[in-house]
């Protein structure tokens, strides 16, 4: 199925099968940090099938590249880059990337950190769709746009798993269009 003529994403199937296996972890990666674990949604082959099949079509609009952000997005980037026909671009933590790449910093729920990504992974006429798995502060969604932007490419939208509710990412982001699977409630 090309994705021109995908159907509009299943949101309500694919929450529930994926809501039903995210876990939260209190106290990790430090006390009063609730991290969100999307492990079992990536072991269970239907919860997966589900998650990227919605991220592949939540958007209809054509893009050229996914801009998948370190680490979990690059699971999820992956296959919605194939599934989309569309070049796959990692956004990693500093130091990580062989070739010239551009940093942007960024603030995270327990402190902050710099991103980068190639210099030459895209260019003027690129569309892209940020993916990663969650949004909690906004920070590294944020400086994601901001690398891209910087690259001279056009940010169609950005699409995440879930959100972290209480640190706001959404607000951060309410410029962009922003799509969750699985909203803070």
């Known amino acids: 199925m090309s994705p021109e003529s995908?159907?509009?994403?299943?949101?309500?199937?694919?929450a529930a099968v994926v809501g039903r296996l995210v876990r939260a972890v209190p106290d990790f990666p430090?006390?009063?940090?609730?991290?969100k674990d999307i492990t079992p949604v990536l072991a269970d082959p239907a919860a997966?099938?589900?998650?990227?099949?919605?991220?592949?079509?939540?958007?209809?609009?054509?893009?050229?590249?996914?801009?998948?952000?370190?680490?979990?997005?690059?699971?999820?980037?992956?296959?919605?880059?194939?599934?989309?026909?569309?070049?796959?671009?990692?956004v990693r933590k500093v130091g990580k990337l062989p070739a010239a790449t551009m940093t942007q910093g960024y603030t995270l729920e327990y402190g902050e950190a710099t991103l980068e990504i190639h210099a030459d992974a895209l260019v003027p006429a690129d569309r892209v769709l940020v993916?990663?798995?969650?949004?909690?502060?906004?920070g590294t969604a944020l400086a994601t746009v901001e690398l891209v932007r910087r690259s001279g490419a056009e940010v169609v939208g950005i699409a995440a798993l879930l959100e972290v509710g209480g640190l706001g990412g959404r607000a951060l982001l309410a410029d962009h269009d922003l799509r969750l699977l699985l909203p803070a409630s």
Request: hydrophobic share 55%; no cysteine; aromatic share 10%.
């Open 30 to 35: 430090r006390d009063g940090v609730v991290f």
């Open 131 to 138: 993916i990663d798995d969650v949004v909690a502060t906004g």
């Open 6 to 14: 995908r159907p509009p994403a299943d949101h309500a199937g694919a």
């Open 48 to 90: 997966f099938a589900a998650a990227v099949g919605w991220l592949a079509g939540v958007f209809a609009e054509p893009f050229d590249k996914v801009v998948a952000i370190e680490a979990r997005g690059f699971i999820l980037g992956a296959p919605v880059a194939y599934e989309r026909r569309a070049g796959l671009v990692p």
